[in-house]
């Protein structure tokens, strides 16, 4: 029985929809609700948040393409400025399809004048009689534009007197986005994360021809097993499924086992799972050369490239502290000027080539120093500017207790 119904399509095409959006059937048949038939007036705006491969952006080109709904598909990402993003839109709307890009017909440098040349652009385009979606993906970039770039899409059925949806798309609730100086309040709708059930679903979907439903569904059990705990990501779980399906083959294509011997299957594959465990999310090697790996004799777990993972990393400031630290110690004070100043003036040479500055300082050992010289060679190394925060002096105390003891040693290691 379907579970996608809705009067203004037809059944076969809500059919299609419903096998392109598994496990989404209850968000899917809450926007049609939403969305109406093509002439009516729908919401002005929709605001849409969840986790990272939730399948928010998928299920919003799915449902749009399938349809056939006229809409823009912009990510904020790419038009990273208010006059980028305006000009794209109308673009999109003047070519009537996202994927054709051409120059824009007329620069958009305000607000004002998005609206005048959006209206104008439905009339060329025909749409006053059905509803246009407006859909900005990553919209989190909209904080970062000017402060009246995001109530006016709120607002832009509104401003523009037309019937438009703007669908914000986001990782981030939206209490972080609602301004201070108040505005519109969107239709929330929340995309949850896939549960393993889902996720099983999913990528057995994605079987090969050559090989039994019930057979990839075995291995994507296997998969999940290994990986759900540490890893979510409907698409890391997608390229480790893919990556490491031949493995779990070979048994079966050199006849040494049958598609159901499960246990001899998972003793060919575990080894390899577990070298897969260390490049989940890192993206350190290729498929390729995950490949050549796989054929290599090594003990499992040792993978080549991966050594500068293999130790604990230490905080972004706690990095500079111990490097700062090593300079303090084992360089004069009188030398910071001409280290760590741009404009330090001349230096006589005179003064520079001294009897008892020939003996090296790394064999007279470190000496002690204050902490306002430590932290003055820390803003000067560090290419951002720092605050004195108190994360920085809890950092100071960390790096003191723990490694200034041994600044040789670590250093060596870091």
Known sequence: MPILEHPAYPPATLLCLESLVPCRESQVSMLLSIFGERQQLSFPSIFIYGHTSSGKTYVMKTLLNTLQLPHVFVNCVECFTSRLLLEEILIQLHNGSSETKQASPVPCDTFNDFVRLFKQALTSQNLQDQTVYVVLD?????????????????????????????????????????????????????????????????????????????????????????????CRDLKELQHLAALNFSKYCEPVVRREAKERDTRKLWKNIEPHLKKAMQTVYLREISSSQWERLQCEEEEPGQIKGLSAHAHVE????????????????????????????????????????????????????????????LLAILYSIVDNRVAPTANIFSQVSQVHMYLLLFPVYCLWNF
């Not at 760590?340 to 003064?351: A, E, P, R, W, Y």
Request: charged content about 20%.
């Open 314 to 373: 230490l905080p972004y400031y706690s990095k500079f502290l111990l490097i700062a630290a090593y300079l303090a110690s084992y360089n004069p004070a009188r030398t910071d000027k001409r280290f760590f100043l741009k404009h330090h003036g001349k230096i006589k040479k005179t003064n520079f080539m001294k009897k008892h500055e020939k003996t090296s300082n790394h064999l007279l050992g470190p000496k002690p120093f204050p902490l306002d010289r």
């Open 138 to 230: 990553r919209a989190e970039q909209l904080r970062e534009m000017e402060a009246n770039v995001l109530p006016a899409f709120l607002r832009l059925q509104e401003l523009t007197d037309r019937n438009v949806t703007v669908i914000l798309l986001s990782e981030i609730v939206w209490e972080m986005f609602r301004p201070n100086t108040g505005c519109f309040e969107p239709f929330i709708l929340y995309f949850p994360d896939y549960s393993i059930g889902h996720l099983q679903k999913i990528l057995s979907q994605n079987h090969p021809p050559e090989y039994s439903a019930d057979f990839y569904s075995a291995y994507i059990n296997i998969l999940l097993g290994v990986f759900y705990m540490v």
